[in-house]
């Protein structure tokens, strides 16, 4: 079973910034697509970004960049200027044309 792990969430002030991990037990090139979601309390989970193995990586906010580390097989999310709004579980997911995993999240809270 592939696993699929988040960190780097937690508390930062409005306009703070900060950088997610998703670590994947599995060489990250085998997924046409890996790609952050976010979740806010009561809502559904929104597209934030997508990493192709081949082609441009697509960024819904200007303020957030994605990349990956292809020898650790990770992603990274980075975001600035925060809102309290954005208070969301953050989600890595892993997509093949076949299989589709998912990580368990990492709380983002922006709050002063």
């Known amino acids: 079973q592939v696993q699929v792990m988040e960190s780097g969430g937690g508390l930062v002030q409005p306009g703070g910034s900060l950088n997610l991990s998703c670590v994947v037990s599995?060489?990250?090139?085998?997924?046409?697509?890996m790609a952050w979601y976010r979740q806010r309390p009561g809502k559904e989970r929104d597209l934030l970004a997508s990493i192709p193995r081949i082609g441009a990586t697509h960024v819904v906010e200007g303020r957030f960049t994605v990349s990956r580390d292809t020898a650790k097989n990770t992603i990274h999310l980075h975001m600035t200027n925060l809102k309290p709004e954005e208070t969301a579980v953050y989600f890595c997911?892993?997509?093949?044309?076949?299989?589709?995993?998912w990580g368990q999240g990492t709380q983002v809270t922006v709050n002063s």
């Open positions: 599995e060489n990250i090139l085998n997924f046409y697509h």
């Open positions: 997911n892993a997509e093949d044309v076949e299989r589709n995993y």
